[in-house]
C-alpha cells in the first residue's frame, strides 16, 4: 500500500503485480521503487517537454529528440536543486527561456 498526500487529502492506493519468479519483499520494493522512478520521469518528460505530442516519425529523431529532452530535464534538477528554488520545474523553465542569464548564476 502506497500512502499520499495531496492538497492535504491523505490516499492510500494498492498496487499488485504478477510474476513467475519468487522474491523476497526487500527485492520487491526495490523493483517496484525502480518502475515508479521511471515512470515518474516520463511523466515530467511529457507534462514538462512535452514529449507525447512530439511530431518527430523518424527513428533517430524520435531518439535524438528524447535523449536531449532528457539531458534538459537533468539539467533543470539539478539546477533546481542546488540552487533551493521553490518554483515548479514548469514555472521555472518558463521563466529561463525568456531570460536565460538565470542559469548563468
Known sequence: M???EFQGKLTTTKHYYICSKAFSA???LSITSQEWGVESMHWSLDNTLGEDHSTFRRKTK???GNIIR???????VNFIKSHSITETMRTFMKKCSFNPQILQN
Open 2 to 4: 502506497k500512502k499520499c
Open 26 to 28: 526487500k527485492e520487491i
Open 62 to 64: 524520435i531518439i535524438s
Open 70 to 76: 532528457k539531458f534538459a530535464l537533468s539539467s533543470v
